[in-house]
């Protein structure tokens, strides 16, 4: 384990999402989620040189939105409630998936055909769409205000969505365990008298453990996009504050300025003001490369191979041709058989 923060691959993608982490965190302390406003650009004597949306500029990093709020101060406060609950996502279904495809692997493995006939319908099932009709209820401000509070929302769409994928993956895990199984150090253990569970705890999870690791991280990358394509819908993480004024009602708006919100806000102004929607698929998008950095760095660092450039992937790999041995006459000796 110690040489896995030695590898620069699993070294980068850490130091950025914990950097993230730590810099949402300073600027909430610091600020409690203040939003700088830059309704208009002055010049040197004072005079109103532009308005609101403004491009990115060293003032502003990633520009401003219609109403001169700042686009990283916004990703900055939104950081921590998106990260931590795609890893919140990711922990549950792990820690509910394991020990059933454990148990399924090792106790179940003549049922386990049946099971995974079972389990492959899940496949064709839309888990964004099965998620709006879970989660609207709980999200959706109704017209006399949220009676939970925003903490309870999350954890509730976190169980929601950790729920919905556990079957695929205990089957997933339940198949590498049954793979494990059949290994010649298992059957010689088997043999020697060990018990299933003493073969689950000494052999099939430490030989588990960075298949285990490869998943989560899938896991992970999967909750990011399943929460832009609920931002797409209206569905915000924490909760979607909806205004029921009958004359001028304003856009659903998030309450946590988590980034999936910040996508829904704003992916209609991708042709007029592009830097508003591409802040937030800019920082899916790089949080989902530093998790795969980090798959990469823990499997090179604990198999001393790679991952996602595997020798030989995708291409026929080159037979070397040994020469041609022909043999001559003088090999062969006659003998004279005794009688």
Sequence with gaps: MKSVWKNPFFLIGFIFIAGVLIASFIYSGITNDHIPKYRFIYDDNGKIIGGSPQPPSWKSPFGTDKGGYDMF???????????????????????????????????????????????????????????VYLLRPILLE????????????IAMEVVILAILTVPIIVVVIGNETGRVAEQEFVLCSKTLGAGKLRIIRKHIFPALREKIFV??????????????????LQIFLGGTHISYDPWMPDPPQSITYEWSGLIGNTYKLLQ?????????IICFALTMIAVSFMIEGYVQATTGYSHYFKKGKGKKQKVKELPKLEPSPEEFHLYQKSS
């Excluded at 998943?215 to 797409?232: A, D, E, K, P």
């Design 73 to 131: 101060a916004k990703a900055i406060v939104g950081a921590k409630y998106t990260i931590l609950s795609a890893l919140a996502v990711g922990v549950v279904r792990m820690v509910l998936a394991v020990p059933i495809g454990l148990f399924l692997g090792v106790f179940l493995r003549r049922k386990k055909k049946y099971i995974n006939g079972f389990v492959d319908s899940f496949h064709y099932i839309p888990l964004t769409i099965l998620a």
């Design 142 to 153: 109704p017209q006399g205000g949220f009676t939970t509070t925003i903490f309870e929302r």
């Design 215 to 232: 998943i989560f991280g899938q896991q992970m990358m999967q909750t990011l996009i399943v929460f832009s394509h609920l931002g797409l």
């Design 272 to 280: 007029w003001i592009p830097w508003v929607p591409l802040t937030p």
